[in-house]
């Protein structure tokens, strides 16, 4: 079993709809939770960042974490077609500090 | 340099042959991080370099890959031998605190073996 879960999609959904990407992961020991955007031939970008449980939430984009389910979610609202990529989910422990782990990423596509 | 630098961008090179991968983190990022992406896939680790600790080699895939790093500045992958397989996307990383996540990555080489 991976440590980190994500289904690869690929999902399309009409602009303008609320979108939903979703991780699960194995390891209780991951208390920092991201989720990074990468487009075609290009290195991932830091979309969002979260430490333990909570929502956080910055412009479209809010990142859910329940570390009780070992769960974390993406929702991007008001979504657009350059909104469209593929989004990886990444963790990483505190104590002691440790590698990121990422998600094999979801394809994200934003029909116009 | 505002942000992580990798080179080169591409590398084409022969089956057998080795070659070497530099990465300039950004200013002041104590952990450096270096992964592959083969096309259509998710990140897989590689090696964490993480301040004066010593390395977490722990996903490098055979002794034909090795990577230094000079103090908290620029880092170099070495695959020697070089296969097909190793064909690949190959990102660095960097972030300010060891272990807290917030990584912030370079465009990749792309390492074509012919």
């Known amino acids: 079993q991976k440590e980190v879960e994500q289904d690869p999609g690929p999902l399309s959904v009409p602009e303008g709809a609320i979108v939903s990407l979703n991780c699960t992961y194995s390891?209780?020991?991951?208390?920092?939770f991201m989720w990074y955007r990468q487009y075609s031939r290009k290195g991932p970008e830091l979309l969002m960042y979260?430490?333990?449980?909570g929502n956080k939430e910055d412009g479209r984009f809010t990142a859910q974490v329940d570390k009780s389910s070992k769960y974390i979610s993406l929702f991007i609202r008001d979504s657009q077609p350059s909104d469209s990529a593929t989004y990886l989910c990444?963790?990483?422990?505190?104590?002691?500090?440790?590698?990121?782990?990422f998600g094999s990423g979801t394809r994200l596509s934003i029909r116009p | 340099g505002a942000g992580v630098s990798q080179s080169p961008s591409n590398k084409v090179t022969e089956k057998g042959k080795d070659v070497e991968l530099r990465c300039d983190p950004i200013?002041?990022?104590?952990?450096l991080y270096w992964y592959r992406q083969r096309l259509g896939q998710g990140l897989e680790f590689l090696i964490y370099f993480q301040g004066n600790s010593a390395p977490d080699k722990s996903g490098l895939p055979s002794d034909r890959f090795s990577a230094e790093r000079t103090g908290e500045s620029v880092s170099t992958l070495t695959i020697q031998r070089t296969q097909q397989e190793d064909s690949a996307v190959y990102l660095c990383a960097s972030s300010f605190t060891p272990g807290q996540g917030e990584a912030f990555f370079g465009q990749g080489t792309r390492l074509t073996v012919v």
């Open positions: 390891n209780s020991a991951f208390q920092y």
């Open positions: 200013s002041g990022h104590t952990a």
């Open positions: 990444a963790m990483s422990a505190r104590n002691p500090a440790s590698k990121i782990i």
């Open positions: 979260t430490y333990s449980s």
